[in-house]
Every structure is written in C-alpha cells, then in structure tokens.
C-alpha cells in the first residue's frame, strides 16, 4: 500500500503537465494559438514518432 498523499496516477501527473504547458504558452502568446503552436506544445509529433517506434508506447515525451 502507497503512503497516505503520494500520487500513484502518472496519466493524470502527465496531463496535468500537458496541461499546465498549454497554458504557459496561450499567456505569453499575444495572439490565440493556431492548432500547429498547440500540437507543438503538447508535443503531440514526438508521440506519434514514439507510437511508430516497435516496442514503445505512444504518448507524448517527458522533457
């Protein structure tokens, strides 16, 4: 059994993330973000690249 506050869910941890980088990048842009600004910040070629990898799982990359 996890120790009472440790976060067992690392989708959630890494959306959250996805989440929190989407929102840096719409605050400092000055203008609304067209959809290829938003695919790159969600890094979303770097996980196709990675579903197409044999043996890897798709998502998008840490940092």
Do not use: K, N, T
């Amino acid at each position: 059994m996890a120790p009472l506050g440790m976060v067992q869910d690392h989708v959630a941890l890494a959306e959250i993330e996805l989440c929190g980088d989407l929102i840096i990048a719409a605050s400092a842009a000055e203008e609304r973000l067209s959809l290829e600004s938003i695919d790159e910040v969600l890094r979303v070629a770097e996980a196709r690249a990675a579903a197409r990898e044999p043996g890897r799982r798709g998502g998008p990359g840490r940092r």
